[in-house]
């Protein structure tokens, strides 16, 4: 049989990039570089050895990063949806993860490796609450320093969840029952208007903030960002799953505490009861699944695996990093008179 004569493969159309965010404007080569390759649908311009001169904490990589992870959530308006997987942006994100992790494991080399010891002194409500910035938001803090902490922590919240399901087909039995039972509760068991990101959708609402995903990536500093880049990092490797589960077991157990003061400061600024009804949620939800995710999800993950707990304890560690750096950051702009948010005068969020 005569083979047929060759003809060119038709082109595979792209799949049409959704509505999405905005992709922000770069902050330095990096950034810069993913957004230009994200614009124009190519690989970056720009060598992952350029990754080791920027610095791991700065604005320049943690956009570069979150626009990266953002890939794998809801992508970005006139973005091929392709690019998710793109060998050339992986290669790129590798770097920056590698750089970013690095950092992490350096700050927190002297941290504990058990979980008894990294849980043990959260459990316990701090006699001097002198630097928690929901103690100061709930006795002085006033109503425009609540809407920009609510525009800064929305990157975070209108995903709340996304990047924990990630663990789940990783997780076996009593660990993955467990994690599905609080991840249920956190995407509404079942009610779309009970989501968590809802909820905090309506509390910006309230607040007179735009609710769209994604809107106040702009202005959002370094410091937010790496609060969201970390629970993507861990979400999404593998050999990362007990930090992930350290993570979101030390969200958990901190939440309650923090969620009653930020109640309080929104009933005493009148920022409206959606405002007030989120963190009032959390304070009953987040003391039950802290029960929860402390003995069942931990306690069955670590029965499975218990090599695992120093990976838990370093989640731990590096999520409370994270919210010092990033508290600290909000309370230098506020007493220097500053606003928190990017480019922003004071009591601007928008």
């Known amino acids: 049989m005569t083979a047929p004569a060759h003809t060119p493969a038709r082109p595979v159309p792209a799949a049409p990039a959704p509505a999405g965010p905005v992709l922000a404007e770069g902050r330095g080569p990096l950034s810069r570089a993913v957004v230009d390759a994200l614009r124009e649908g190519r690989a970056p311009a720009l060598g992952t050895t350029a990754v ?5 904490w700065g604005e320049d990589l943690h956009l570069a990063l979150y626009l990266l992870y953002e890939l794998h959530y ?36 002297g941290a504990p490796e058990t979980v008894e010891a990294a849980f043990g002194p959260l459990l316990v ?15 002085e803090g006033e109503l425009w320093q609540l809407r920009e902490y609510a525009a800064l922590r929305s990157l975070y919240h209108l995903k ?24 249920y509760d956190e995407f509404g068991a079942g009610h779309p208007g009970r989501i968590h990101a809802r909820l905090f959708a309506d509390l910006m609402d309230d607040l007179g903030l735009e609710t769209a995903y994604g809107h106040y990536l702009e202005q959002a500093p370094a410091p937010l960002l790496a609060t969201v880049n970390l629970m993507s990092l861990f979400g999404l490797h593998r050999a990362l799953r007990g930090a992930l589960v350290g993570h979101f ?4 157990v901190t939440s309650s505490p923090g969620s009653r003061r930020l109640a309080k400061a929104m009933r005493r600024c009148g920022a409206g009861p959606a405002a007030e009804h989120f963190y009032a949620e959390h304070v009953e939800a987040d003391a039950v699944h802290e ?3 402390r003995h069942e999800v931990i306690g069955g993950l670590l029965a499975d695996e218990p090599a695992l707990e120093p990976d838990v304890a370093f989640g731990c560690a590096a999520t409370i990093l994270l919210e ?10 506020w007493e220097d008179g500053r606003s928190a948010l990017r480019g922003a005068p004071a009591g601007t969020a928008s």
């Open 52 to 56: 080791l001169k920027a610095d791991p």
């Open 74 to 109: 809801r992508g970005f308006a006139g973005v091929d949806d392709t690019l998710e997987w793109d060998p050339a942006l992986l290669g790129l994100r590798r770097a920056l993860e590698d750089r970013f992790l690095h950092a992490l494991r350096t700050a927190t080399a």
């Open 125 to 139: 409500e701090p006699v001097d609450l002198s630097g928690s910035l929901s103690h100061y938001l709930e006795t």
């Open 160 to 183: 709340e969840a996304d990047p924990h399901a990630w663990v789940i087909p990783r997780l076996t039995g009593r660990a993955k029952a467990a994690m599905v039972a609080i991840e």
């Open 249 to 252: 077991a030390c969200v958990e």
């Open 291 to 293: 029960q929860v995710v």
């Open 324 to 333: 010092d750096r990033l508290a600290a950051h909000i309370r230098t702009a």
